[in-house]
């Protein structure tokens, strides 16, 4: 790292910081600080949300299992067929309801439509399994930074989580949103610029496509069966990825509480067709960055030699430093900032909000003034902060296998609460006993799948069989215990008659969304079968 690659990070963490300390004069309450004061425009939160998205992880993830990774190559791009047609689903059936609603946890909805043990109990599992994410995350983006800079680990650690600490307490969503876009900013201009130069260094498209194998450059795999031994099978990623991006946008707070920050269910609704279409493009940006670096990869002896085979998530930062000119390399190393920074913020928020909301919030003393509240809401926020660090300095060498689990405990939980919040808005009869019957035994499923006590299923399809079980399960034990009362249906149902007036409404948004997936698979299908 020469002077000028220090200048231009110190550049961007300066105006992240200067940012938010300019939006953090716009605080008055809790409530301002959690959505914004519900009046961010829709196309900025659409790219947080993109931005949230486009974690480091991505940054190097991406490349390298498009370039490296045994079983990898393009069949990446099968987990973003569905994205559009999740979007619909949540447009029609979650943001009108909880964004209807005027929430800051999503969780309260379940309060609401059910009862309080019910919200607890799911506001808990976000809070355990998003913030052992958010401490892994901010490990896996600190070995990068360190391998591009050369700094220690601890001092990347503590100081990726401090800055981000720091933006997030003084400015709140609005820093969260505002930041997010900057990042957005900073990260395309990072892609390009690095794939412009892997471009150059592999010789062009021709050389790029000679040094790859071909099944790498094949996007769909027809896998038989649902087994595991499939690296990236279709249809588990078609239909459980489906269940999970609707779980994930539609009732997940780290990203549903970008559409509660919106101005009204419109706006909401907006964000999220913008993010429908534009996460595709930017994940063939990924794939392309991969095969460009895979070639240089293939043709230089020396980015071989810099690469571990236990970490090859190394291709990247090892590219960077081998072949980026000085000011270059700093800009890119801004850009893996970004990109972590800006899924770290959501995090950290989120987690906050749910924290505030559903367990401190209830504790205050009453009356408890706007200041009081923003006071404990930021006090929250800084508790958080310093667990995730803590947590990202001990995790240490178990990162790489706590990634890949993670990933998997997702798909665990996802399809139970999906669950339960799509029987509190399309099933009248849904109780709240029932809905936690439904969770625990969705779970219990998963749990005995995982570990291999029934057919060995690829861990796509545990979001299915999740959702499958617990809504069995609530359907059942709800017919048997006695109708809710009519105030807990009000506002929180949704009927078919509902439904049909939304699509009516904005069917043309719903029709782009349509040609968008059919597009995309187009795309995939013609990139060729493995």
């Known amino acids: 790292m020469t002077a000028p690659d220090w200048a231009v990070i110190g550049l961007y963490l300066a105006a992240t910081l200067g940012l938010s300390a300019w939006l953090s004069r716009r605080q008055h309450d809790a409530d301002d600080y959690y959505v914004g004061g519900r009046d961010l425009p829709w196309w900025a939160l659409a790219l947080s949300i993109l931005a949230t998205q486009s974690s480091a992880n991505s940054f190097l993830g991406i490349p390298a299992y498009v370039a490296l990774v045994p079983g990898g190559g393009l069949t990446w791009l099968q987990y973003e067929l569905v994205l559009p047609l999740a979007m619909i689903v949540v447009m029609l059936v979650f943001v009108p309801v909880l964004r209807g609603l005027a929430l800051v946890s999503v969780y309260e909805y379940l309060e609401r439509r059910f009862d309080r043990a019910t919200r607890l109990l799911l506001s808990a599992v ?14 896996a983006a600190a070995v990068v930074v360190q391998v591009c800079t050369g700094l220690p680990l601890a001092w990347c650690v503590v100081g990726m989580g401090v800055l981000t600490l720091v ?3 003084l400015g709140g969503m609005r820093a969260v949103v505002w930041t997010d876009v900057l990042q957005m900013a900073v990260l395309l201009v990072g892609i390009g610029v690095c794939g412009a130069l892997a471009w150059q260094a592999a010789g062009g498209g021709a050389a790029i496509l000679a040094a790859m ?6 996007a769909v795999e027809l896998a038989h069966g649902l087994g595991d031994g499939a690296q990236a099978p279709l249809w588990g990623f078609v239909i459980g990825g489906l269940v999970l991006y609707v779980a994930y946008y539609g009732v997940d707070q780290g990203q549903a509480q970008r559409s509660l920050a919106a101005q009204d269910v419109k706006s909401a609704q907006r964000a999220l067709v913008l993010n429908g279409l534009a996460r595709f493009p930017l994940t063939l940006l990924y794939c392309g960055l991969g095969l460009a670096i895979g070639a240089v990869h293939a043709g230089s002896e020396a980015l071989r030699a810099a690469v571990p085979a236990g970490r090859l998530d190394y291709l990247v930062p090892r590219f960077i430093e081998l072949f980026l000119p000085a000011g270059a390399r700093g800009l890119l190393v801004a850009a893996i900032l970004a990109a972590a920074m800006s899924s770290l913020d959501s ?3 989120s987690l906050s909000a749910a924290t505030m909301r559903d367990f401190v919030e209830p ?3 009453t009356p408890s003034t706007s200041r009081r509240r923003l006071f404990a809401a930021r006090a929250v926020t800084v508790g958080w902060g310093a667990l995730i660090v803590t947590f990202g300095l001990l995790v240490g060498d178990l990162a790489s296998s706590v990634v890949e689990g993670i990933n998997r405990i997702g798909a665990l939980f996802y399809g139970p609460l999906l669950a339960a919040f799509g029987c509190g808005i399309l099933d009248r009869r849904a109780r709240g006993p029932a809905v936690l019957a439904g969770v625990v035994v969705g779970l ?20 299915l069989s ?3 079980a617990a809504v069995a399960v609530t359907w059942t034990l709800s017919r048997l215990l006695p109708p809710p009362r009519p105030s807990q249906l009000e506002g929180t149902t949704l009927d078919a008659a509902a439904l049909r007036r939304a699509w009516a ?3 043309g948004l719903y029709h782009l969304l349509l040609a968008a997936s059919a597009t995309m698979a187009g795309v995939a299908l013609a990139l060729g079968l493995r």
């Open 347 to 349: 995090l950290l928020n």
């Open 466 to 468: 999740g959702l499958l």
């Open 505 to 507: 409404a904005d069917r």
């Open 126 to 139: 976000f809070l355990l399994s998003r913030g052992l994410a958010a401490g892994v995350a901010l490990y």
């Open 363 to 365: 504790r205050l003393a």
């Open 213 to 218: 194998a071909p099944e790498r450059i094949a």
């Open 167 to 169: 933006y997030d307490t």
């Open 444 to 463: 219990a499923l998963n749990l005995a799948l995982a570990w291999g006590l029934g057919p060995r299923l690829f861990w796509m399809w545990w979001n």
